[in-house]
């Protein structure tokens, strides 16, 4: 037998009727229709305070306040030393600075870049960054290359 667009059903027990409130005593659900009897709760146009716990302390005043924000704090992106050793052999470069890390899609261009010392470096290349660690600096110079802060 094929199956049609027409016979499909949903698997059994995964719909529900929904319940039909405020359709008069008949229903059961008539009345108060589920909302008790008076306060405010009961009133149309009520809505609870988001975080109000019922007079209780809320979460969001028990729990202590944290941390700050350094507004002078300067993010950078991360490039590893093996990431420019890859780039110099694959395009034959021997300078690399921002618009080459731009178009090998190791940077977006709008973020500082920071080299660092992960990985090894055997291509002798000059590097312009806004950055470098210790390491990645040192092991640019042990290559015969220069590191340029931007």
């Known amino acids: 037998m094929t199956m049609k667009l027409n016979t499909l059903k949903p698997a059994e027990g995964s719909t529900h009727y929904r319940r039909r409130i405020g359709r008069g005593q008949g229903s059961g659900l008539g009345g108060t229709s589920t909302r008790g009897h008076k306060g405010a709760k009961a009133r149309s146009g009520y809505s609870r305070k988001i975080g109000f716990e019922g007079g209780q302390m809320p979460l969001q005043r028990r729990l202590p306040k ?43 261009g709008k973020m500082r870049v920071k080299v660092l010392g992960g990985g090894k470096l055997s291509a002798k290349l000059d590097v312009e960054a806004h950055a470098f660690s210790k390491t990645a600096e040192e092991a640019i110079k042990a290559a015969g290359g220069n590191a340029t802060i931007i």
């Open 66 to 108: 944290g941390g700050f924000k350094n507004i002078n704090h300067v993010e950078y992106f991360a490039v590893n030393i093996s990431s420019l050793q890859k780039l110099a052999e694959r395009k034959g470069l021997a300078k690399i600075g921002i618009a080459e890390l731009v178009d090998a899609g190791l940077t977006n």
